[in-house]
């Protein structure tokens, strides 16, 4: 099963949105933007299950 998610306000949030655990410092110069909080295990689960995960970005 393929599955896609929006990067920007959905996978990237903004401040006030609970968000996962930050980098270490010597990576958040490369992922300056925090991501929404359960993420990482989504990410990790659809894998599992042999998911094919697609990422895209809307260019305003």
């Not at 920007?8 to 933007?33: K, V």
């Not at 993420?39 to 970005?57: E, G």
């Amino acid at each position: 099963m393929r599955i896609s998610f929006d990067i920007d306000d959905t996978l990237i949030c903004n401040p006030a949105i609970p968000s996962e655990q930050h980098l270490g410092w010597w990576q958040r110069w490369r992922y300056p933007e925090p991501l929404r909080r359960g993420t990482r295990a989504l990410m990790a689960a659809l894998v599992q299950r042999q998911c094919t995960i697609w990422l895209y970005s809307k260019i305003d």
